[in-house]
């Protein structure tokens, strides 16, 4: 039986390098934006904030970025993932 994640030689299922969109929700303080891509920038030096989507909530509550990233490995993806959910504005990241 082949299982999806069971090749130890296969690490992750996408191909790197790669554009990755990763969307970060958080409350909606005028901060927020800037906050989320001076933390991708720190990480990723290459990062363009020029390309992220701003999508406030119905209400105006929260909002949500959507940022394309350059990623070279899974290891590069995964500590972006721990820095922006670990940040205190962060709500969800996906």
Request: charged fraction near 20%; aromatic fraction near 6%; proline fraction near 7%.
């Amino acid at each position: 039986m082949n299982v999806i994640g069971s090749d130890p030689e296969k690490k992750s299922l996408i191909e790197f390098p790669c554009h990755f969109p990763i969307k970060v929700m958080g409350k909606n303080v005028p901060e927020f934006a800037q906050v989320i891509c001076d933390l991708l920038i720190e990480i990723n030096p290459g990062f363009e904030p020029a390309g992220v989507n701003m999508r406030p909530s119905t209400k105006g509550t929260y909002i949500s970025l959507t940022c394309k990233v350059r990623v070279d490995s899974q290891e590069q993806l995964d500590d972006i993932y721990r820095a922006l959910s670990g940040h205190e504005l962060v709500s969800v990241v996906l």
